[in-house]
C-alpha cells in the first residue's frame, strides 16, 4: 500500500513541517495519515503500524476467553506473563524478522545491486520530470522513500519528493505527479515486497534519492513546456 505524502494528500499538513530535508517519518515514529480515507485500507494499515494497535489485537483473544468462558476469567486474568509472552512471540517471530542473519539471507548480493540500481535511476528520472515542470535551475530535490519492516501483512510505503534549500519542505505534487512518481519507482521489475526484502536484507527501510535541477536536459525542459501547453 503506497502513500505519496505532499501536503495535499495527508491529514494536518503541521506533520510535514520540517528544517532540513531529507526528512523521514516512518523510522522516526512520525505517522501521517491519507486525506479523506478514514475507512479505506490505507488509513488502517497505518494505524496497525502502531505498536499499541498490534498488542491491542494480539491480546484481544484474553478478553473474548473470559468472556465465551466465565469460568476461566480467574486464571486468565492472573496470566500476565503468558499475555506477555504471546504479545512477544507475534511480534518477533511473526511480524518481523529480528535475526541478523535471516534478515541478510532475503536477498542476494546481485538482487540488492539490481534493486538500488533501479531505483537510483527510476528516482532520478521522476525527480528530473518533476524539475522541469517548474523550470527549476537551481537548488536540490531529493525523493524519499519508506518502508514497514513488519511482514506478513500488507506492505506499507510512504514516497515524498522533498525540496531542499532556505525553505525545506514536502513538494506539492500535482495528481498527474503523484501518479508518476508511484507508477516510476514501482513499474515493472520492481514490486513493494521485493524492495522490502532487500531494505531488510541492508538493515535499512529509507532510501533518499537526491537530484541536483541544474542537470535536467534542454529536451527534457521542452518536453515539460509542451506537456503544459493547452491543447
Avoid at 496497525?48 to 486474568?77: H, Q, T
Avoid at 515524498?160 to 495528481?175: C, H, N, W, Y
Avoid at 503523484?178 to 507508477?183: E, I
Wanted: net charge neutral; no cysteine; charged share 25%.
Amino acid at each position: 500500500m503506497i502513500l505519496v505524502v505532499t501536503p495535499e494528500t495527508v491529514l494536518g499538513k503541521s506533520t510535514l513541517d520540517t528544517s532540513y530535508v531529507p526528512r523521514r517519518l516512518m523510522s522516526l515514529g512520525v505517522w501521517v495519515y491519507p486525506r479523506g480515507g478514514l475507512f479505506s485500507k490505507l488509513f488502517w494499515r497505518i494505524v496497525f503500524e502502531k505498536s499499541l494497535a498490534r498488542y491491542v489485537i494480539a491480546l484481544l483473544p484474553f478478553p473474548l476467553l473470559m468472556i465465551a468462558r466465565p469460568d476461566w476469567a480467574l486464571g486468565l486474568s492472573q496470566a500476565p506473563l503468558a499475555m506477555f509472552g504471546f504479545v512477544l512471540i507475534i511480534e518477533t517471530y511473526v511480524l518481523t524478522v529480528s535475526d541478523r542473519d535471516k534478515r541478510r539471507a532475503l536477498a542476494t548480493e546481485a538482487e540488492v545491486a539490481r534493486v538500488q540500481d533501479l531505483l537510483q535511476v527510476r528516482a532520478r528520472s521522476v525527480l528530473a520530470r518533476i524539475a522541469a515542470a517548474r523550470d527549476m535551475r537551481a537548488g536540490e530535490l531529493h525523493l524519499m522513500i519508506e518502508q514497514s519492516g513488519l511482514i506478513r501483512v500488507p506492505q506499507l510505503t510512504f514516497l515524498s519528493v522533498q525540496e531542499g534549500g532556505e525553505d525545506p519542505r514536502f513538494l506539492s505534487l500535482t495528481p498527474a505527479e503523484r501518479q508518476d512518481v508511484q507508477d516510476t519507482i514501482f513499474a515493472e521489475g520492481l514490486t513493494e515486497d521485493a524492495l522490502q526484502r532487500v531494505n531488510l536484507s541492508q538493515n535499512k527501510l529509507e532510501v533518499s534519492v537526491p537530484f541536483d535541477p541544474a542537470e535536467v536536459s534542454a529536451h527534457a525542459r521542452l518536453a515539460a513546456m509542451a506537456r503544459a501547453r493547452p491543447s
